[in-house]
């Protein structure tokens, strides 16, 4: 085995995947894990999908490639559907969720400007929040710890306290062009934020001439167990990031917006090679075959309560490990009494993949396409796990 040579931003766990079916993955030596991570939300239909394998090959052997200089069939259909199911008219693809954001940024700014008001250029957003690690989304996010060292923070990002109404009306300004809000945050802990709110955040947009942007990078596509976690709140943004679980595995991301809020992106005012590739699109418009089909998120939600009503009563029966369960459809958290690093150890220890997140939350993503059976099965592993936790927090006591 060579040596390897990376940069050492990430902190892996040792584990060396060779393969996957389904919510199962395969070590190199065999050993076989439970998935209820999916790549952080991102294998929405779990490992080797036939219909998205047969959709990549299949692509692979006509063109990968073209730029956008030329017509993209495949985002033209993708775009065309994603439009059909949500509120937006138009879809600008990417590779990332932080370019999805990006996008999302740069299209708030550009309406504000092209309306004759160049000034609102602030963006409102929420502590907690995490919309990706570019210069501008670290500056979004505004956690410290992902700004420290890189230099100035991007100007125009304006915080406020998760859930704050008054300090928000209290932010905006003659120079605010937008809000942008995860409707579930992610990466914070998997903190829902309350249906009252959003809707009261879409109020306070209207009475403004604000832009509301949705973060749906992790919570889109069938995640919520909703085609968007906004469905639940019955509240429409004017802009949305997607990517993550949009490619199945495969790097695609998309800003999506009304035809007035984009009306500031003309030609050549924003551009990228890769995005929307026809490799991309290709697996996207199967991850929708897939996720759009007859009863398919009814069964996403269905699943999830099974496996909610199996954490709720762990819960109960293990307080000293279990403090809470949140989240909504497949995007369930674990607040964790003892530290979240501890539970997704015991976990991998039990050979079942979970995601730790902030609040000291452990969060639960199997692929959308996980059964009931799946699901118990994943419960039996948690249980023993927080029996093992539970055990020795009580030595610890004794
Ligand atoms: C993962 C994530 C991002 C960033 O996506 P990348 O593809 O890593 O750039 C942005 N916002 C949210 C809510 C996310 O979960």
């Not at 309306?115 to 409102?124: A, L, S, T, V």
């Not at 905006?172 to 914070?188: F, V």
């Not at 309560?305 to 199996?310: A, E, P, S, T, Y």
């Not at 003892?338 to 902030?358: F, H, K, N, S, T």
Request: aromatic share 8%.
């Amino acid at each position: 085995m060579a040596e390897a040579a990376l940069f050492d931003t990430f902190a892996r766990a040792p584990l060396r995947f060779e393969r996957g079916e389904g919510v199962w993955l395969v070590t190199e030596s065999g050993e076989r894990y439970l998935d209820f991570g999916s790549g952080v939300a991102v294998n929405s239909l779990g490992h080797g999908h036939p219909h998205l394998v047969g959709a990549l090959k299949a692509q692979a052997d006509k063109v990968w490639h073209t730029s956008n200089i030329f017509e993209q069939p495949g985002q033209e259909t993708l775009s065309r559907r994603l439009a059909d199911n949500s509120f937006a008219d138009k879809v600008f693809f990417t590779n990332s969720g932080a370019e999805a954001l990006e996008c999302a940024i740069k299209t708030a700014r550009r309406y504000q400007f092209v309306k004759g008001h160049p000034e609102r250029f602030h963006i409102i957003t929420f502590e907690g929040a995490f919309h990706g690690r570019t210069l501008a989304t670290i500056a979004a996010g505004g956690q410290a710890k992902y700004l420290e060292g890189f230099g100035p923070k991007v100007q125009g990002f304006d915080q406020v306290p998760f859930g704050d109404m008054d300090a928000l009306k209290a932010a905006i300004t003659d120079a605010t062009a937008a809000i942008l809000i995860e409707p579930i945050q992610g990466e914070g802990g998997v903190r829902p934020v309350p249906k009252e709110f959003l809707q009261a955040l879409r109020q306070v947009c209207d009475d403004n001439g604000l832009l509301l942007i949705f973060d749906e990078v992790q919570t889109g596509v069938g995640r919520s167990g909703r085609l968007f976690a906004y469905e639940w709140a019955g509240v429409a943004p004017d802009i949305m990031a997607l990517a993550k679980g949009i490619g199945g595995g495969f790097p695609l991301g998309a800003c999506l917006a009304t035809a007035d809020a984009a009306s500031g992106m003309t030609a050549g005012t924003h551009g990228t090679t890769y995005g929307g590739n026809p490799l991309a699109t290709a697996v996207g418009n199967a991850v929708l075959d897939v996720i759009l089909g007859e009863g398919f998120l009814e069964n996403v939600r269905d699943v999830a309560l099974v496996l909610r009503q199996g954490l709720a009563s762990l819960k109960d029966r293990f307080p000293n490990v279990i403090e809470d369960i949140r989240g909504e459809g497949l995007l369930l958290g674990v607040k964790a009494k003892v530290p979240a690093g501890d539970l997704v150890a015991a976990l991998r220890g039990e050979y079942m993949l979970a995601i730790p997140a902030g609040d000291n939350v452990v969060r639960l993503l199997p692929p959308l396409t996980v059964t009931a059976e799946e699901a118990r099965e994943g419960l039996a592993r948690i249980e023993r796990a927080a029996e093992k936790l539970s055990a020795s927090e009580m030595k610890k006591s004794a």
